[in-house]
């Protein structure tokens, strides 16, 4: 009995012991690690209890961090986030973990773009003039957040001059991309020095007085169209746009005598011409890729040798979907046109397999989905993604047993 009494004593001993433990370690604050930027989380002072929760903790960037190392503070001070921009620490990563990159967010061109003339600047002549033509004249109020080669002015005909933006600085440093970070619920302009625009890439932020200088010089440009023609408007749903095919950051504006490449892209299901005139009418020599995209393979058998089945000379070894294609040495106003026609009409063959050794003469039938002949047309408007053939035969031999044919 007494025993008894002196293990039930022990017991709650040691529960006692275990309760005060885990009051203890319930008050403690748990400290976030981020040894690449600095930045603590740091409780505020508090004494802690078993009924006492542990107050919410507050990022600042004096102590270093234990665990967690994504904890970025987003009530970060405009002193804090200038020192990480200057530090090089403010990266895209950073921006994106905070959720304060503005994709949609433009920057105003009055308060932070400057326009300069390098030619006049050059001769001492005062063209400070340039950047209220563009924004009255022209519209340009606002630039978007990308790389500056694709969001900048192309080009501006002012004072008799055609202008030609040539790159852009703060400074004296060369910027490449610009956007909008909301940081604590204000705007901020970054801007990034590199040419590659990664997670590790450096994000510079403009500070007071700082402006990006879009450079500009004196040369002729010519103007690059893009034209897409529909050859079976007919088809239902079968238009094209014009950033699909040539992608939303084509080429627009070329210098004279000047060289650019530009890439042409058709959905699967569709085949495509691609040609150059210029503005005389007059067509321009291609170099790069083939004009025809979207031609599909085709086969032939030499009488000599029926079972072997070999590509075609002027058959493509793949379908190709996508080219690009390089013009030099531009003189005149330019236009790339794409033909293009939508394929809904799909024939199969199996006559030239079925007289090879493989089918051995033992081939019976082709049967459904697919059409019972030897050789199949069919509309992209069956409903099922499948169309098969299956060939019958002895049950030994190995050979193929069935084609069949994707949509997509």
């Given at each position: ?209 700082e402006m990006i200088d879009l450079l500009c010089v004196h040369k002729n ?188």
């Open positions: 009995m007494k025993n008894r009494m002196r293990k039930t004593k022990f017991m709650a001993l040691v529960l006692s012991v275990m309760m005060v433990v885990t009051t203890i370690f319930s008050g403690v604050t748990v400290y976030a690690d981020n040894a690449e930027n600095g930045w603590t989380q740091q409780s505020e002072e508090q004494t802690a209890t078993a009924s006492d929760p542990v107050k919410v903790s507050k990022a600042t960037a004096s102590d270093p961090e234990k665990n967690n190392k994504n904890a970025i503070p987003s009530d970060m001070t405009e002193e804090e986030l200038y020192k990480l921009s200057d530090e090089g620490k403010l990266t895209k990563a950073v921006l994106t973990g905070l959720g304060a990159i503005e994709p949609q967010e433009k920057i105003s061109g009055e308060d932070y773009i400057d326009f300069t003339c390098i030619v006049d600047d050059e001769d001492n002549q005062n063209h400070t003039e340039l950047k209220t033509y563009v924004m009255e004249k022209m519209g340009f109020t606002e630039l978007t957040p990308g790389a500056l080669e694709n969001v900048a002015p192309k080009t501006v005909f002012f004072n008799e001059q055609n202008h030609m933006y040539r790159r852009a600085v703060v400074g004296n440093t060369p910027v490449y991309y610009v956007g909008i970070a909301n940081v604590g619920g204000i705007e901020y302009v970054y801007y990034v020095t590199s040419q590659k625009n990664t997670d590790r890439t450096s994000y510079s932020v403009l500070k007071p007085g440009s010519y103007q690059i169209h893009y034209d897409l023609e529909n050859e079976r408007t007919d088809a239902p749903n079968s238009d094209l746009t014009a950033d699909e095919v040539f992608g939303g950051d084509r080429m627009e504006v070329v210098e004279e005598n000047g060289s650019y490449t530009f890439k042409v892209k058709i959905p699967r299901g569709y085949q495509a011409t691609v040609e150059f005139v210029d503005s005389d009418g007059a067509k321009v020599d291609l170099k790069g890729s083939d004009p025809s995209l979207g031609k599909m393979m085709s086969y032939y058998k030499k009488p000599e040798n029926p079972n072997r089945i070999l590509l075609k000379e002027d058959s493509p070894s793949s379908m190709i979907l996508n080219g690009t294609y390089e013009v030099s040495s531009v003189t005149k106003d330019q236009t790339v046109r794409v033909k293009y026609r939508k394929v809904d009409t799909f024939t199969f063959s199996a006559v030239d397999w079925s007289g090879t050794v493989y089918a051995n003469g033992e081939v019976s039938r082709i049967w459904a989905p697919g059409p019972a002949s030897w050789t199949g047309t069919f509309q992209d408007s069956i409903p099922t993604r499948w169309i098969s053939w299956s060939l019958t035969g002895r049950p030994s031999m190995f050979r193929w047993s069935q084609w069949r044919i994707r949509r997509q």
